[in-house]
Nanobody
Framework: QVQLVESGGGLVQPGGSLRLSCAAS????????MGWYRQAPGKERELVAT???????NYADSVKGRFTISRDNAKDTVALQMDSLKPEDTSVYYC?????????????WGQGTQVTVSS
């Protein structure tokens, strides 16, 4: 059974930095896409950043220039370096991975890690 386990959340002041990490276990196949989503109270879950196996990245406009995603295909890990954090970045951040085989896509989610940006 595939599990995604996040770490690195916490409380940080505006302008500060945090690094989130996610490690996958239980997979015998490679993931197509790995990345991060977030969900704030009362809002829908939204994409933060994703990276394909080949290294193509996709960032939400709100985090471009501040967040950087990285991935280690051999270790099935993905990380998110978050700099210049703002209060509006406060959310639960979820690790995401999918595996695509033709028309079939299987999606996996981590349990979430809280990031709070506040003075």
């Amino acid at each position: 059974q595939v599990q995604l386990v996040e770490s690195g959340g916490g409380l940080v002041q505006p302008g500060g930095s945090l690094r989130l990490s996610c490690a996958a276990s239980g997979s015998i196949f490679s993931f197509t896409t790995m990345g991060w989503y977030r969900q704030a109270p009362g809002k829908e879950r939204e994409l933060v950043a994703t990276m394909s196996r080949s290294g193509l990245t996709n960032y939400a406009d709100s985090v471009k220039g501040r967040f950087t995603i990285s991935r280690d295909n051999a270790k099935d890990t993905v990380a998110l370096q978050m700099d210049s954090l703002k209060p509006e970045d406060t959310s639960v951040y979820y690790c995401y991975a999918d595996r695509r085989n033709g028309p079939t896509k299987t999606v996996y989610w981590g349990q979430g890690t809280q990031v709070t940006v506040s003075s």
